[in-house]
């Protein structure tokens, strides 16, 4: 094929089981194995119907990723932040109340609007019911670096469920 295997590193114990293929050529393709129990199929649905609500979303997690790389602070496989946090970051940033005053972006889907976040229900019926955004994503990335930059991490949780930040 393209480029052999050069190893394997089988991680069974862990969550969600991986597979990490270690190619000749440097690169490496991680795979993960869910249960049943695991919620990642839900969670691509919450995450389609947010980027679906306001396609800021995206720009503004391409801007963090970014940002968080030339940082140097995105590499899950060393325990920093995945693309999955910083997606969730941004998601929080734009539902935060006190973030972008006088309105918020995104609403809180999960008890907003409960009834349309599911595979079954048409991406189109959800964008529907929501607002057009107010503000262009220019006006979002001062707000969105002066909240980031004053959490304590250690001590706090950023919840998508909620609207604001919950102490562990």
């Not at 190619?23 to 049943?36: A, C, T, V, W, Y």
């Not at 707000?143 to 930059?149: E, G, I, N, R, T």
């Not at 469920?161 to 919950?166: D, T």
Request: aromatic share 8%.
């Amino acid at each position: 094929m393209g480029n052999p295997v050069a190893s394997n590193v089988i991680l069974h114990h862990l969550r969600v089981p991986l597979l990490i293929v270690h190619l000749q050529n440097g690169r490496s393709i991680d795979i993960q194995f869910p249960d049943e129990q695991f919620q990642a199929i839900r969670n691509t649905n919450l995450i389609r119907h947010y980027v679906q609500c306001d396609n800021r979303l995206s720009k503004l997690f391409l801007y963090l990723r970014m940002l968080f790389d030339a940082l140097e602070i995105r590499n899950s496989k060393y325990g920093l932040l995945s693309s999955y946090h910083i997606l969730l970051l941004a998601i929080h940033f734009l539902q935060c109340e006190q973030a972008l005053i006088p309105w918020t972006v995104l609403p809180v889907l999960c008890k907003t609007h409960s009834d349309l976040v599911s595979s079954h229900i048409p991406i189109d019926d959800v964008v529907a019911t929501l607002d057009a955004p107010q503000q262009a994503i220019g006006e979002c990335l001062t707000p969105l670096l002066s909240v980031f930059y004053e959490i304590y991490y250690q001590n706090c949780l950023v919840s998508i469920s909620e609207r604001y930040l919950m102490l562990p």
